[in-house]
């Protein structure tokens, strides 16, 4: 299980890769991969994602360590970004590990729908014509709903 | 005395990341009434507490959580990483 | 879209992070690797994939398609080996580019369940003590079911 | 004539991957019912139907499908990919 904030970029190839092959037990990896969209011209200059750093570390590690127990992973790894970034540069990343893919793809998810809403990240978004942070969106409040009142 | 904390859009309404705060609040919320007292750019900051966030010692809590023994008060909007 | 049938190993962090780097437009990527399972020296000493040439590349090019359309997916690519690998060995991976994370992560579960029971591919366990062709789940029959009757 | 494929345990049971059949029946369940009565290895591999599956032309079809106008049938256990 591995945490790691940082600011600067990463290669999510390589991520992948190296997170793939430590695993000889587990028949079943499942990554994501979220990356500033480029909306071409008229659209985003760049992204700033602010964080609470101490408290993030801490929530990752909660996060991660939940989602190890739930789904019986093998492993789990999550790295996020804060600071500047622009277009087409990766945001974060997670990836799982697990016997079978139902809980691979499970624990992405749900590792997904915590970080979303429960990791302090705050993304603000640099157009040509001004700054604005992005909202909370009530699917993403939905989505965290569907791992609760389960265990 | 307790470390006070602003992330986003409430730290630029308010003017600063952190500041340290002397106060005998006894909840979260008691702590909001004293900061909205002071200026008006923290009566802005904490206009609609719905659309706010906060931890107690890096721990989101709610706004009635007692502040007894907390060093670190942190207020922020809904969270958006991922 | 792309769709390669190959008896060659593949190195999956190369071509999740080739893959992820295409699509500035498309804010999630997915990914999933099937992995050859270690199961210590008394288990597995290889897998052998048989595969029908011919049907196995248009059985994949459907249902790559059928992805694209269903998820309105900016993209997505299915790998799969056929012939003998051993422990530790990437048999497969498939990955999903879309705009948001929901329609990537779904469209790659839907690619792995169409995978499992409708693309003629079939593994046979070559262990110490004997070979055996690998029974088909009913769990995996089911997991396709959640896919029918919905379009 | 059609050419008839088999794969995995059915391969192996027949004990050939391929062969070309003279036949002039109308399904593939009819063409089942003439490959049974060649040989046991045919038998054997034919005795359950619900653990086969069949494509007509590179198509997973029903044992009921018709045979006009296909060039090529495969019989295999239920697949196991990914």
């Known amino acids: ?12 190839g390589a991520e992948a890769g190296a997170f793939a092959q430590g695993h000889t037990t587990a028949g079943a990896i499942v990554t994501f991969c979220g990356v500033v ?15 609470y750093p101490g408290m993030t570390e801490r929530a990752l590690e909660q996060i991660a360590t939940q989602a190890m127990d739930r789904f019986a992973l093998d492993d789990c790894l999550i790295l996020h970004r804060h600071g500047p970034m622009r277009p087409g540069e990766t945001i974060m990343m997670v990836a799982t590990a697990a ?5 691979a793809f499970a624990a992405a998810e749900f590792l997904m729908d915590y970080l979303k809403s429960r ?6 978004e640099i157009a040509r014509d001004g700054a604005s942070w992005v909202a909370a969106k009530d699917q993403d409040e939905a989505a965290l709903a569907r791992w609760t009142g389960e265990d | 005395m307790i470390e006070v904390l602003y992330f986003a859009w409430v730290r ?66 809904p969270m958006t990483g991922g």
């Open chain 2, 12 to 77: 630029e309404r308010i003017g600063l990341p952190r500041e340290t705060v002397d106060t005998n609040a006894a909840t979260v919320a008691d702590l909001v009434i004293e900061l909205k007292a002071r200026e008006d750019r923290y009566a802005a900051a904490f206009t609609d507490l719905s659309a706010l966030r906060v931890a107690v010692d890096q721990k989101l809590a709610d706004f009635d959580a007692p502040l007894a023994g907390a060093r670190e008060i942190a207020f922020f909007p």
């Open chain 1, 119 to 124: 990791a302090p990240f705050w993304k603000k």
């Open chain 1, 99 to 103: 016997r079978h893919r139902a809980a």
């Open chain 1, 37 to 51: 969209r480029d909306d071409g011209p008229a659209g985003l200059e760049r992204m700033e994602i602010e964080h």
């Open chain 1, 1 to 12: 299980m591995q945490v790691r904030v940082q600011a600067a970029p990463f290669d999510f």
